[in-house]
C-alpha cells in the first residue's frame, strides 16, 4: 500500500466533473459527484486502453454514482469499479479523503 | 451512358426504378418507363382500401422528385405496341420509337374473364385498376339512383381477389353473390375445414355464397343484368364484377417471338433475364420455371435482382413464398408455407374451435420436428409468429402453437435467427436484430428505415415489435431512467418553464443525477433555447460529452482532433498557410474530410487551447465537428466558374453555413448547395439539399448518407433565396424542437404522418400556425451566436479545464504514443 498523496483542493473539483491525477506514477479519475462525496478509480478505459474515464459523464443509475467511459459509453459503478453494463468487467477503485480541504489519494493494492 | 427501357409503371416496374437508383450504378442508366395507366405507380395491393376511403394519391407509390432528374422520365397513357429485337427500339401507342440497351418488362397480368355469354355488357367490370374501381363505384351509385334503392352485384371467382371485390361492393352498399367453381372459397389458399367456416363466417356478413358452380350466362334485362347460373338459379343484378384469377400479359414479348410457359408468363432464368440476353422480365407478367406468382412480393424480389444485375452483380431469384394473410370483410384467414401438405409424409396438425370460430392447422414433417404450413381461419393474430417457423425445427408439440388462446406454450415461441420475418423484403430475424443493435434502434419506423422490414404489406409489424423487446429496448418514449419523457417533451416543459439547469428539471421533473444519455440531450435542449451561455460554464459543462467538454472530437487513443470551420469549402491560400503551420508546429496527422474541409488529428487535451489560440488569431472559428449541430454546408462551384452553373452555389452555401453554425440539435445536420441539376455538391444525401434551377432554387429535406442512406424529399421548387432561407429556419427549428435523441431529419422526415406535404403545409402554408414561433427562435439564435472557441480562450476559468492532470499539468499523458506512417504521425 502506497502513502497517501495530495492531489488538490476540494474546491478545485467542480461537481460532476472529473479531473486526471497522477499518483505514485498511476493514472487516476478524481471525481466529485453531485452530494459532494469523494471517488477516485483508474483512468484506463478497459474496454479500450485509453486513459479517458476522468472525462466521462457522472450521473447515477439506481443509486448508485457513476461515470461513462466516454469513447463507448461504458458505466462504471464509482464505488465499486464494477462496469454495470456489461458484466465481467470492473476498474480499480481508490481510497480518498479530504482532509482541511485537501484531496488526497492512496492506491489500493490491485 | 445506356439506356434502359421499362415497359409498365405497375408495382414492381416501379421497384425496379427504386432499386437501381439506390444502387451507385443507377447513374449508369438513363432510364425511360413507358406505362400503360393514367397514373403512375401506386399500391395495388392496397387497392381496396379505395373503398374505405383512402385517397388515390395516398396509394401513390413513386417518390417525390423521382422522375424529376434527367436521367429517369416517366411516360403515362401510352403503351409499348412493339419490340424489334434485331433493332433494340420499342414502339409505342404513341408512335414513339425508344432505342434500348436493356429492355425490362413489367407488364403485370390482366383480370381473367371467363368465356361466360354476355361478359361484354355493359354493367360487366373488373378489378385490378384504380380506373376499374373508379367505374365500379360509378355503376353502384348510378344503379342505386335508377332504383331508388340497394344495387345488387356479383362477384364471380371466390378466391382471394374475389372476396375483396364482394368487400367492396358490401362498403359500396350491396349484398353480393360469390360464384365459386371450386367446393370452397379460396381453393389455393385453404383447405376444406378451413373453407367451410369461412363460408360460415362470410355468410353471416351478408354474402351470399354459390360453390361449386358458375355463370351460364348474363343477359340484358331491361337496363339491368341477369346472370343464370349452372345452379339454374337466376340472379337479377345492377353490375358483375369478374374475379376469376389473372392471366400474365405476356403478348407483347409473345410477338416479339420470346417464348411463354406452359400457363403464360413470360419465360425467365434464375436471373430475370428471357432467352434474348437485352431482354428481362419482372413481376406476374414473368414465368420462371413455369410458375409465374400473382404476388407482389416474388415481383419485389425479381425487380432486386434485375437491379443488381444491370450494376454488374449476379443476384438470382430463387422462387418465392407464397404465404398470405387478409382480413377480408373482417375475417382473418392466413395460409403460409405447404398448406396443403403435399410434401411427402407430411403430417396435419388441426384444432377447430366452434365456439371461438376459429380454425387453424398445422402442417408439419413425418417426424413432428419441422413445421411446413399452415392454416388459420378466424383467428390469423399467430400468422406473424408463425410464418417464420416454417423450416425451422420446433422446440415441442406443435398442438401448442395453436392452442387456444393464453396457454404459455403459444406465446413462448422463440424462432431462430435465420427465420424469414418480413416475406415482404426477405429480412431474416438475425438481420432485424442485428439493425436493432448495431443502430441503437428504438422503435418500429427506425426499425423499418433500417431494414425495409414491416414497410411492404406490414403483416410483420407486430414481430418487429417483438423483437424490439427481445432485444431490450425498452419500448417506451422515455428518455432514460432519469426522466418518463421523450426528447419532445422535455424541450416544451423547458420551454414553458424556463428552467434553465440541469438541477432543477431533474429535481423537477425526473429522478436521479442523470446519465450521459439524458445530459447532453438536455444540454442540447438548453442550448438550442439559448438558455445556457457558453458550453463550458458552471454546471453546463458537467452535461457535456466529452465532445463537447473539450470541443474536439475524441480520438480512440484518448486524443483529439480539431477542425476549423471553412464555410461552404471556400479558402482562402493564407488561411490554408495558418492551418499548414499549425499542423507542422503541433505535428498533428492532417486530412481533408468527406465535409470539404481539414481536420487535424492527435492533439492532447492541454494542446488545443494553444492550438486553437493560433486558428482564432487568424480568424479561424469553432467547425462544431464534435457537436450534435450543424457540422459543414457543402458546395460546387457553381455559376461563378463552371460552365453549366446556373447559380451562385459558393455564396449560397457560405451564407447558410454562417447563418446555422453552432445551431444545436437532436442530431448533427449537413447540409449541400449545388449549382445545377448535375448535383456534385451531392445535396440530395443531406439533411438540407439545395439545387440551382433556371428560376431558382429547389430545396431538398431529409436525406442521409451514412449508415442508412436515404434521398431528401424535394420540399419547394423554383424559390428564391429569402422564401428558400425562410422555410429552411423553419424546417431546421421544426426538427430541433420536436425530432428525438439521436434522430436525423432523414428518420424524423421519414416518420411524419403525412411526410413531405404535411411538413409542406407546416412550413409553408403554416398550417399549425407555430411559423412566426419558428422564425422568432432562429432569428435568436442567428443573433445569439458566439464562437465557442474564442469563448474559451478569453476566460482563464474556462481555460483551466484543458489540463492533463490536476496535479502535474505539466505532465504529457504518458500513454499516448504515436507511429509514423506515410510521413505522419498516427496512434502507436
Ligand atoms: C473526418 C470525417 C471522415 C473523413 O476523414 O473525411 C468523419 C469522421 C467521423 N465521423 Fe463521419 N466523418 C466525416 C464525414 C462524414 C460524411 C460525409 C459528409 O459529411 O459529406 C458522412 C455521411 C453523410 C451523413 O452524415 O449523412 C458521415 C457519416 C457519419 C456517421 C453516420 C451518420 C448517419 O446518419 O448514419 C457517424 C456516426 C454518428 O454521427 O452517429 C459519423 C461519425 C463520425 C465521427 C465523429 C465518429 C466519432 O464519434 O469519433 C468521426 C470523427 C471525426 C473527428 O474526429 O474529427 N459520421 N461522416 C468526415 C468529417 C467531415 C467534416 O468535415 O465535418
Ligand atoms: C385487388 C387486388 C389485391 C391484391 N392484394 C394483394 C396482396 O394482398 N398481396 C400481394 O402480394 N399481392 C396482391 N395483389 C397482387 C399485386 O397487386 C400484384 O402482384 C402486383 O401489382 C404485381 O406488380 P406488377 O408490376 O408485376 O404488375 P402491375 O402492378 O399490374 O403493373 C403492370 C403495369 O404495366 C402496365 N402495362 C401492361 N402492358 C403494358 C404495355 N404494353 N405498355 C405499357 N404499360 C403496360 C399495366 O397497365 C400496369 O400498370 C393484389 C392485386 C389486386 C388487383
Ligand atoms: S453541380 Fe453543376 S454548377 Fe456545380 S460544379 Fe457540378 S456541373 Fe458545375
Ligand atoms: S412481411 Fe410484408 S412487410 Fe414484412
Redesign the pocket.
Known amino acids: 500500500m502506497t502513502a497517501w498523496t495530495r492531489v488538490c483542493e476540494y474546491t478545485d473539483l467542480l461537481p460532476e466533473r472529473g479531473v486526471a491525477a497522477l499518483v505514485a506514477g498511476e493514472q487516476v479519475a478524481l471525481f466529485r459527484t453531485f452530494d459532494g462525496m469523494l471517488h477516485v478509480i483508474g483512468n484506463r478505459d478497459p474496454f479500450t486502453g485509453a486513459f479517458v474515464l476522468a472525462r466521462g459523464i457522472v450521473g447515477t443509475r439506481g443509486g448508485a454514482p457513476t461515470v461513462a467511459s466516454p469513447l463507448f459509453k461504458q458505466v462504471f459503478d464509482l464505488r465499486t469499479g464494477e462496469c454495470v453494463t456489461e458484466a465481467g468487467a470492473a476498474v480499480p477503485v481508490h481510497d480518498v479523503r479530504c482532509v482541511d480541504g485537501v484531496v488526497e489519494v492512496r492506491l489500493r493494492a490491485p | 451512358m445506356n439506356e434502359l427501357v421499362v415497359?409498365?409503371?405497375?408495382?414492381?416496374?416501379q421497384r425496379l426504378v427504386d432499386a437501381l437508383h439506390e444502387r451507385d450504378a443507377g447513374s449508369a442508366w438513363r432510364i425511360t418507363v413507358?406505362?400503360?395507366?393514367s397514373r403512375r405507380a401506386y399500391d395495388?395491393?392496397a387497392?381496396?382500401s379505395y373503398f374505405d376511403g383512402v385517397a388515390a394519391t395516398e396509394l401513390d407509390l413513386v417518390g417525390a422528385g423521382c422522375y424529376d432528374g434527367v436521367h429517369r422520365t416517366l411516360h403515362l397513357d401510352?403503351?409499348?405496341?412493339a419490340i424489334d429485337r434485331s433493332a433494340r427500339t420499342v414502339t409505342t401507342s404513341r408512335g414513339r420509337s425508344l432505342r434500348y440497351d436493356a429492355l425490362v418488362l413489367?407488364?403485370?397480368?390482366a383480370p381473367f374473364v371467363p368465356p361466360v355469354p354476355g361478359r361484354e355488357l355493359p354493367g360487366c367490370h373488373v378489378?385490378?385498376?384504380l380506373d376499374d374501381l373508379d367505374a365500379i363505384r360509378a355503376a353502384a351509385e348510378a344503379a342505386a339512383r335508377r332504383r331508388g334503392g340497394r344495387a345488387a352485384g356479383m362477384v364471380v371467382g371466390g378466391g382471394?381477389?374475389g372476396l375483396?371485390a364482394a368487400r367492396a361492393l358490401r362498403l359500396l352498399g350491396m349484398s353480393p353473390h360469390v360464384v365459386e367453381l371450386a367446393p370452397r372459397l379460396m381453393p389455393l389458399q385453404v383447405d376444406e375445414g378451413g373453407g367451410a367456416l369461412l363460408r360460415r363466417l362470410i355468410e353471416a356478413l351478408d354474402v351470399t355464397v354459390h360453390t361449386d358452380c358458375s355463370v351460364r350466362r348474363i343477359e340484358c334485362d331491361r337496363g339491368r343484368l341477369l346472370a343464370v347460373l349452372t345452379n339454374e338459379l337466376e340472379l337479377d343484378l345492377d353490375l358483375v364484377v369478374f374475379s376469376a384469377g389473372v392471366r400474365p400479359?405476356d403478348e407483347?414479348a409473345r410477338r416479339a417471338g420470346l417464348p411463354a410457359g406452359p400457363r403464360g408468363g413470360i419465360e425467365i432464368d434464375a436471373s430475370c433475364r428471357t432467352p434474348d440476353e437485352r431482354i428481362y422480365a419482372?413481376?406476374?407478367?414473368a414465368a420462371l420455371d413455369g410458375l409465374s406468382y400473382?404476388?407482389?412480393?416474388p415481383?419485389y424480389a425479381m425487380a432486386e435482382v434485375v437491379a443488381d444485375r444491370l450494376s454488374g452483380g449476379s443476384a438470382v431469384f430463387g422462387g418465392a413464398d407464397t404465404s398470405?394473410k387478409?382480413k377480408l370483410l373482417g375475417v382473418d384467414v392466413a395460409s403460409f408455407g405447404d398448406a396443403h401438405a403435399r410434401t411427402p409424409g407430411a403430417l396435419e396438425v388441426t384444432v377447430n374451435d366452434p365456439v371461438e370460430q376459429t380454425y387453424a392447422k398445422l402442417v408439419v414433417s413425418d417426424d413432428a420436428t419441422t413445421l411446413l404450413g399452415g392454416i388459420l381461419v378466424g383467428d390469423a393474430s399467430r400468422y406473424p409468429m408463425l410464418r417464420p417457423l416454417v423450416g425451422a425445427a420446433l422446440a415441442g408439440d406443435p398442438v401448442g402453437l395453436i392452442a387456444p388462446r393464453g396457454s404459455a406454450a403459444a406465446d413462448a415461441i422463440t424462432m431462430p435467427d435465420t427465420a424469414q420475418v418480413c416475406s415482404c423484403h426477405a429480412v431474416t430475424k438475425g438481420a432485424i436484430r442485428e439493425a436493432i443493435a448495431v443502430s441503437a434502434l428504438t422503435d418500429v419506423p427506425g426499425v423499418k428505415s433500417c431494414t425495409k422490414a414491416g414497410t411492404g404489406?406490414g403483416s410483420c409489424v407486430p414481430l418487429l415489435k417483438n423483437l424490439l423487446a427481445e432485444s431490450g429496448v425498452p419500448m417506451s418514449t422515455a428518455l432514460c431512467e432519469h426522466f418518463g419523457h421523450s426528447r419532445a417533451e422535455l424541450f416544451d416543459i423547458v420551454r414553458v418553464t424556463g428552467i434553465t439547469t440541469f438541477t432543477e428539471l431533474v429535481q423537477r421533473h425526473g429522478t436521479g443525477r442523470g446519465c450521459d444519455i439524458c445530459k447532453p440531450a438536455v444540454a442540447s435542449i438548453l442550448a438550442s433555447q439559448s438558455r445556457a451561455g457558453h458550453v463550458l460554464d458552471g454546471e453546463q459543462a458537467a452535461l457535456q460529452d466529452t465532445n463537447d467538454h473539450f470541443l474536439a472530437n475524441i480520438q480512440r487513443n484518448g486524443t483529439y482532433s480539431v477542425v476549423p470551420r471553412i464555410p461552404g469549402g471556400e479558402i482562402t491560400p493564407d488561411k490554408l498557410l495558418v492551418i499548414a503551420e499549425v499542423a507542422r508546429d503541433f505535428a498533428l496527422y492532417t486530412k481533408i474530410t468527406g465535409g470539404q474541409r481539414i481536420d487535424l488529428f492527435g492533439a492532447r487535451v492541454e494542446q488545443l487551447p494553444l492550438i486553437w489560440k493560433r486558428l482564432v488569431d487568424a480568424g479561424f472559428e469553432s467547425g462544431h465537428a464534435y457537436g450534435k449541430a450543424v457540422r459543414t454546408v457543402k458546395s460546387c462551384v457553381g455559376s461563378t466558374w463552371c460552365r453549366y452553373g446556373v447559380q451562385d452555389s459558393v455564396s449560397l452555401a457560405i451564407e447558410l453555413e454562417l447563418r446555422y453554425r453552432g445551431l444545436r440539435a437532436p442530431h448533427k445536420i449537413k447540409a449541400a448547395v449545388s449549382g445545377c441539376a448535375r448535383e456534385c455538391a451531392e445535396a440530395q444525401s443531406k439533411d438540407v439539399g439545395i439545387i440551382a434551377t433556371e428560376h431558382g432554387w429547389n430545396l431538398y429535406v431529409g436525406g442521409n448518407g451514412g449508415f442508412r442512406p436515404r434521398h431528401a424529399d424535394l420540399l419547394l421548387t423554383d424559390v428564391d433565396t429569402a422564401t428558400l432561407i425562410r422555410t429552411v429556419d423553419r424546417f431546421l427549428m421544426f426538427y430541433v424542437r420536436t425530432a428525438d435523441r439521436l434522430e436525423r431529419t432523414a428518420s424524423w422526415v421519414a416518420a411524419l404522418d403525412g411526410g413531405i406535404d404535411y411538413l409542406r403545409a407546416v412550413l409553408v402554408d403554416d398550417s399549425l400556425g407555430i411559423c412566426e414561433d419558428l422564425d422568432a427562435a432562429m432569428a435568436k439564435h442567428v443573433e445569439s451566436y458566439a464562437d465557442e472557441w474564442a469563448g474559451v480562450l478569453d476566460d482563464p476559468e474556462r481555460l483551466s479545464r484543458f489540463v492533463s492532470f490536476v496535479n502535474a499539468p505539466g505532465v504529457p499523458d504518458p500513454s499516448v504514443q504515436f507511429r509514423t506512417a506515410r510521413g505522419q504521425r498516427t496512434p502507436a
Not at chain 2, 7 to 13: E, F, K
Not at chain 2, 34 to 37: H, V
Not at chain 2, 78 to 81: D, P, W
Not at chain 2, 294 to 297: E, H, K, N, T
Open positions: 415497359v409498365g409503371n405497375g408495382m414492381v416496374g413507358i406505362g400503360e395507366e395495388r395491393v387497392l381496396s401510352e403503351a409499348v405496341t413489367a407488364t403485370g397480368s378489378y385490378r385498376t382471394l381477389l375483396e400479359r407483347l419482372i413481376g406476374e407478367c400473382g404476388l407482389v412480393a415481383g398470405t387478409l404489406c
